[in-house]
């Protein structure tokens, strides 16, 4: 890109097409990494990243490579590895235990930091060596190659109880427990936030790399791997140090201000190799802030969303990235280099005010253990079921009845905000709470699941603090006998076509003794 002659905007923009690709396509890459085989789906994106490369070392042979079209390329690329990761990510607790995904979790962070070592460097090495078309070229080798070794995995299917979701319930279900779960809104907003701030790394330093110190490409190269050797440092050295000795959100908030003087620094050191100590600082500030968002997310996810719940993460902070890439380049080209440091660098202190009200620290407080509920009844179902719906069936509507003591009431409303919020985050898309006009002190919850599938999952998802919420509010129940559990299906689709409801060809259920 420097080389054919691209202004400042056009070399900043090269990170935000990075980065865009796993803000639009991240999350419908998780929803299908939860509905599709992982192991075909990472082979198809893999052939595809080799695909990509190949392109570029093709029109570079063909001597027709201009800025837009690396752009593209680039773009194409962000694709593959969007869709890449969140399958990555949901594979790895099939692939060890329990007590080893911990250190997998690590393992995985230090060997994409050593990456972030060796491959800049190498490349920087082999670009003037062999130019750049090989440079594709082998790296579309390297993409067959993860393909080769991805279709040697003998995955180890886990048959499940439970019927599947299709693709548009498990991506519309991401969405509806972002919303009704305040917890992953603030880990959200703290990946939006660090990752608009982050983005003018590496969106300016290969400016300044390239246009103020004068770098060449192995140098540019070295540049990278420099922070590279700083993630590893931070990773391995710094980071257990400070977690024994601070919180989480403190840890971050020292990370920030150590990145805002990385800005500062950016704007005033011009000896080349001060200049790479600067940028190994850069890589201690970026892994402790970004490891310990990582490991607030997790805790903020329930087992049966992880995978969903990641892309949704990767997608708003990648779309922090490429929104911080545009900012950052947009204000380096029209206000200048020092400026857009000096300013970065002003507003990151700034806006780590917001590290109070948005605190990650509860998030080490959070259970997600799972629980054996199914419904407000401890019975699989409160009643008789006369026929058992398809999978696919719905919407399903059920309803609780509660008869509960004025004395109470105040108590009662307070838990079923909590209950409205456990239902719709795991699966309903419609819950109200009814009061009865005919009848003192009696109320009713009616809630609606897109299908039967769902209404299944939604029982299966229950943890035990959810369970001890809805626990909370049954005591509350003060009627004779058990409260009363409606189950109902939507027949819309039946009176429009006049066709009968016994007409269905349902698998009756017999009810055991």
Not at 408 to 429: K, S, T, W
Not at 468 to 492: D, M, S, T, Y
Not at 503 to 511: F, H, Q, V
């Amino acid at each position: 890109m420097f080389q054919l002659g691209a202004s400042t905007l056009f070399l900043s923009l090269m990170s935000t097409v990075a980065s865009l690709p796993f803000f639009l396509f991240t999350l419908p890459a998780g929803a299908l990494a939860d509905v599709v085989d992982k192991r075909k789906l990472l082979s198809v994106m893999n052939v595809w990243l080799a695909v990509a490369a190949g392109l570029l070392a093709l029109f570079g042979s063909m001597r027709v490579l201009n800025p837009y079209i690396i752009l593209i390329c680039i773009f194409i690329i962000g694709i593959g590895f969007a869709f890449n990761a969140p399958a990555w990510a949901a594979i790895i607790p099939e692939l060890v235990s329990n007590e080893e995904l911990p250190s997998a979790a690590t393992l995985g962070g230090l060997q994409l930091n050593i990456s972030g070592i060796l491959g800049p460097a190498i490349g920087g090495i082999l670009l003037p060596l062999i130019g750049a078309n090989w440079v594709f070229a082998l790296n579309a080798v390297g993409f067959l190659v993860v393909t080769l070794a991805i279709l040697q995995w003998k995955r180890k299917e886990r048959p499940s109880k439970l019927p599947l979701e299709n693709f548009f319930e498990a991506f519309s279900i991401a969405i509806r427990y972002v919303r009704y779960a305040p917890g992953i809104q603030i880990v959200l907003a703290r990946n939006i936030l660090f990752a608009f701030f982050i983005a003018l790394i590496p969106a300016l330093i290969p400016v300044v790399g390239l246009k103020e110190l004068k770098l060449t490409a192995a140098g540019c190269g070295i540049l990278f791997s420099s922070m590279g050797v700083g993630s590893v440092f931070g990773a391995i050295f710094v980071l257990p140090f400070v977690r024994a000795h601070f919180s989480s959100n403190m840890l971050i908030v020292i990370a920030n201000v150590m990145i805002a003087v990385v800005y500062l620094l950016m704007a005033f050191v011009r000896d080349q190799t001060i200049f790479m100590l600067v940028a190994a600082a850069a890589g201690i500030g970026w892994t402790l802030s970004a490891s310990e968002l990582w490991v607030a997310a997790q805790r903020a996810m329930p087992s049966w969303s992880r995978g969903r719940l990641n892309a949704t993460v990767i997608m708003v902070s990648q779309g922090g990235m490429a929104l911080g890439g545009v900012v950052w380049g947009a204000a380096a080209a029209t206000l200048g280099l020092y400026p857009t440091l000096l300013g970065g660098a002003i507003l990151l202190s700034i806006s780590l005010i917001l590290a109070i009200p948005l605190s990650i620290n509860f998030t080490r407080n959070l259970e997600f253990d799972p629980g054996s509920m199914t419904s407000f009844s401890q019975t699989s179902f409160s009643h008789k079921l006369i026929a058992l719906p398809e999978p696919q069936d719905g919407p399903i509507a059920i309803t609780y009845e509660f008869e509960v003591n004025r004395s109470h009431e105040d108590e009662f409303l307070e838990l079923m905000r909590q209950v409205r919020l456990i239902h719709l985050r795991n699966g309903a898309f419609s819950w109200q709470l009814h009061e009865d006009l005919t009848q003192f002190n009696i109320f009713r919850i009616e809630m609606i699941v897109p299908s039967w599938t769902q209404y299944l999952l939604q029982r299966d998802r229950m943890t035990k603090a959810e369970k001890k919420i809805i626990e909370q509010a049954k005591n509350l129940h003060i009627g004779e006998g058990p409260l009363r559990e409606g189950i109902f299906l939507c027949v819309n689709k039946e009176l429009i076509s006049h066709r009968p409801l016994a007409a269905r060809n349902w698998k009756l259920k017999k009810r055991p003794s």
